[in-house]
């Protein structure tokens, strides 16, 4: 089968609930997005709210609050919302790539696999059914022998050393504490938790659901997406093929990419699209190829998005592609359009502004410039 990449950004933007606009629930749209960035707590609000035609204030926090979706660092180490029957998959296949295992990270963290290993069964012990913020739960941790040395990695703000005990199902975000982050046992707080499942029966969760909103993919865009490219090519290839007829193989101009096979027949008969939307940073539809992908946001233009401390501008998408970035200031949403793009619609800017609007509580003024 033969599609164009204008078909496939038209169907992304369909997969991903931005054309149309939705009704559905902030899990159904986290479960959607097979995860959104959370690493800004408002960046992911905004990320959800521009896709909801009715947007609710606080809707992430009741969510997290009734525990349909669950707040943990997961791909490229980052901290993202998943809604729980996808959360122990993505998970099983972060743990499979061992990064904690590697020279380069023992020589930069200082945390031997062994403590690794000694310091996840500890956190578990130490969390049972309760949630501690990270000075209560250092305190604990460095009270057991054999640990006293760690406190300086327990209390990194980055969190590095705690991220393999997400991925290996030791513990997540919990309530929050008067500002502060508190960590909880998955087994005690996440619904339904069975557990961290063996990376090939995680693979025909996770690799759909990246392909449900992403697709067409290829393994290595996949493996991109979740490690940065840590799992290794054979692993990844063969979480792939042990997909067998879930997956199809489709042409797209030229080259080759997996799609889900009941997907198939919906992407060939989509049209390119002419919609505009104005996305919030670190969203999803940028993250999913990432910024390295040029049929998505342009060369030339990729430091405008991609900016430095790995924060993912705002963007204006034109025909499924990043035609500029935008920002918020006090009294205007200030466009910034990439002079060699298609020109963009004024009226649909107008549009989006609105939605803005509704999605912040606040109006502002629409500014427009050519960079």
Partial sequence: MKVTHDQVLAWRLRQQSLTPRTASTVEQLVGRLAGVQAQVASAAELALATRRRKPGAGAVEKALAARTVVRTWAMRGTLHLLVPEQMAAFQSLLAAARTWEKPAWQRAFGVTPRQMTALGDAVEDILGDRA?????????????????????????????????????????????????????????????????????????????????????ATAETFDAWLTRGLSGKAAVRAFFASLGDLVTSVDVDGRP??????????????????????????????????????????????KAVSRTAGWISPVVVHRGRVAGVWEFTDDTVDVQLFAESDPVPTTALEAETAHLALCTGRSRTLSVRII
Avoid: M
């Avoid at 997540?172 to 619904?191: D, L």
């Avoid at 090939?200 to 996770?206: G, S």
């Avoid at 104005?278 to 342009?298: A, I, M, N």
């Fill in 132 to 216: 501690l913020n990270r000075q209560e739960l250092t305190d604990a941790v460095i009270a057991r022998p054999g640990f006293g040395e760690l406190r300086q990695q327990l209390t990194s703000g980055w969190g590095t050393v705690l991220k393999p005990l997400a991925w290996t199902g030791r513990l997540c975000h919990g309530p929050g504490q008067g500002g502060r982050v508190t960590f909880v046992s998955p087994r005690s707080y996440v619904p339904g938790w069975r557990g961290i499942p063996g990376p090939e029966e995680a693979a025909r969760t996770a690799i759909p659901a990246y392909l449900r909103a992403h697709g067409p």
């Fill in 257 to 302: 990419a997996w799609v889900l096979t009941e997907n198939a027949g919906a992407l060939a008969r989509t049209k390119p699209s002419e919609e505009v939307r104005l996305l919030s940073g670190f969203d999803q539809y940028v993250l999913g190829p990432g910024t390295g992908d040029t049929r998505v946001v342009p060369a030339d233009r990729r």
